[in-house]
């Protein structure tokens, strides 16, 4: 089945030491999403490529980079990993076309900072 | 800009039971779309239904059916005979179109528990 796979699912890592999540689909969008929840809360968009256009939001902290080598993987990087950027992260893709926009998820990453 | 405000944080049902989820939302877009997502314990997030704004019927997708109100700028979710299975957060969600790609704007969620 198509999808939108996320490694690893739980990510331990300690305070300032870099960490990559990576995503990849098998949906062929052309659009990947990088979210960021924390409990309970409302998925915070990080930023989103449109192929290779990178565009970032305008309060994603310089902390969080992002890499899409190609269509099918994208990566998020944390250069110094605080406590407060402990959360489960979610990929999406979309569709650019196509007047659903509908955006689909993976099942996330969730990052402890010790 | 757009904004989309959920005001129930937690709701509860009895199984087999009908529950409303609340959403209102806000934007300046003629043409847009409104989505409800769900997102159940430890899982991934799914799309439960959507709506076109430009079409004036509400949309149903099996138990699931909302209640659009353009003008009131309303979109409401009501599920039919509860289910264990529909224990989850659901999310409100608005997405502008007009662009050839859209970002999502989420409400704050509503916990929904059901109870057999």
């Known amino acids: 089945d198509a999808m939108v796979i996320q490694n690893p699912r739980y990510q331990v890592t300690q305070f300032g030491k870099p960490v990559t999540l990576s995503c990849s689909q098998t949906?062929?969008?052309?659009?990947m999403y990088w979210y960021q929840q924390k409990s309970s809360q409302a998925p915070k968009l990080l930023f989103h490529?449109?192929?290779?256009?990178?565009?970032n939001e305008a309060d994603t902290p310089d902390n969080f980079q992002s890499r899409r080598p190609n269509t099918s993987f994208c990566f998020l990087d944390i250069r110094s990993p605080g406590l407060g950027d402990a959360a489960m992260y979610l990929c999406?893709?979309?569709?650019?076309?196509?007047?659903?926009?509908?955006?689909?998820f993976g099942p996330g990453t969730r990052l402890t900072v010790l | 800009a757009q904004t989309v405000t959920q005001s129930q944080p937690e709701m509860s049902v009895q199984e087999a039971e009908t529950v409303t989820l609340s959403c209102t939302y806000d934007?300046?877009?003629?043409?847009?779309?409104l989505f409800w997502y769900k997102q159940p314990p430890s899982r991934q997030m799914i799309l439960v239904i959507r709506?076109?704004?430009?079409?004036?019927q509400n949309a149903t997708e099996n138990r699931f059916s909302v209640n659009f109100q353009k003008a009131a700028k309303s979109f409401s979710l009501k599920i039919s005979d509860s289910q264990l299975g529909d224990t989850a957060m659901y999310f409100c969600?608005?997405?502008?179109?007009?662009?050839?790609?859209?970002?999502?704007?989420f409400g704050q969620g509503t916990i929904l528990t059901v109870h057999p």
């Open positions: 999406a893709t979309s569709r650019a076309s196509g007047s659903y926009n509908e955006q689909f």
């Open positions: 949906l062929n969008h052309n659009v």
């Open positions: 490529y449109y192929d290779k256009d990178f565009n």
């Open positions: 934007t300046s877009e003629n043409n847009y779309y």
């Open positions: 709506q076109e704004a430009y079409k004036q």
């Open positions: 969600a608005a997405n502008a179109g007009g662009t050839s790609y859209g970002k999502l704007t």
